[in-house]
């Protein structure tokens, strides 16, 4: 997928 690493790399971000 496009950007997958920067998906998970926000959602991981978020979660703190």
Do not use: A, T, Y
């Amino acid at each position: 997928m496009l950007g997958s690493r920067i998906w998970d790399d926000s959602r991981r971000r978020k979660h703190r």
